[in-house]
């Protein structure tokens, strides 16, 4: 599975993004699709993930509430829709397509690159 992740930007605080992470490859809907972020110094974080079906999604306390994860199976697409961001939300998020429901980033076998999400205050 290859992982392409897109959507970041610069956007001021309050504001909103979404990101998108299109998958290669013929199982797609076999993967749960987690999406992580990095900031600068920090360790990888998870931010949330959803379950293979779409049916089922798990957050990050952090972003609960704020962030919605979704998937389109037929478009081999996950999606992060971030809305009220705050500075503290500044990171490189990537999205992981793994075989287990978790938030470690060692349950996800591949990795996108990553797509830079800035917010100012």
């Known amino acids: 599975v290859q992982l392409q992740a897109s959507g970041g930007g610069l956007v001021q605080a309050g504001g909103s993004l979404r990101l998108s992470c299109a998958a290669s490859g013929r199982t797609f809907s076999s993967y749960v699709m987690g999406w992580f972020r990095q900031a600068p110094g920090k360790e990888r974080e998870f931010v949330g993930a959803v379950s293979g079906s779409g049916g089922s999604t798990r957050y990050a306390d952090s972003v609960k509430g704020r962030f919605t994860i979704s998937r389109d199976n037929a478009k081999k697409e996950a999606y992060l829709q971030m809305n009220i961001l705050k500075p503290e939300d500044t990171a490189v998020y990537h999205c992981?397509?793994?075989?287990?429901?978790?938030?470690?980033?060692?349950?996800?076998?591949?990795w996108g690159q990553g797509t830079q999400v800035t917010v100012s205050s």
């Open positions: 992981a397509a793994g075989r287990y429901y978790g938030s470690s980033p060692s349950m996800y076998d591949y």
